[in-house]
């Protein structure tokens, strides 16, 4: 059995003058990843593998959940990919496909458009919100088989989540 969770990144300041990579998470997503990092640990959705963009708003994001879904002795292993930041699901499902058959759960935090589209590819039958996955947006998608199998239509949506802090 695979478990994703696909994680949108929590709420970023606009940028004002910052670029793009550089965007910081506000006071009210610092509080959003932490909330979401609760749900996580509270549904047993600890991950094994952590596959973050390198933007600085998801790696804010995962660093404010890692306290409540990694306590100490359990870290995951984490990996910052840029694929993550820069291409599409196509690219997205590549990597997942090479995720190692150790790892039974893995985090991906992400951005819109593409973790709402990858969530959705997965299950396409599931009912879910229009406009894909908000802020601190969480869907929990599983399968039975390996990484490699990691296709559209492969991942049943266990659980979705939008967490406030």
Known sequence: ????????????????????VDRTLTQRGQADAAAAGG?????????????CSPARRTRQTWQAMAIEVAPSGASPTVRYEPALYQCGTEEVFELLREVPPEFGVTLLVGHNPTVSRLSAMLDPEATRDSDGLSTSGIAVHT???????CRPGA??????????G
Do not use: F, N, Q
């Open 1 to 20: 059995m695979r478990t994703l969770v696909i994680l949108r990144h929590a709420k970023a300041e606009p940028g004002d003058g910052l670029g793009d």
């Open 155 to 164: 991942g049943v949506l266990l659980a979705s989540h939008t967490a406030r």
């Open 39 to 51: 749900w996580l640990a509270a549904g047993g959705y600890r991950p094994d593998l952590v596959l």
């Open 143 to 149: 399968w039975d088989g390996l990484w490699s199998d």
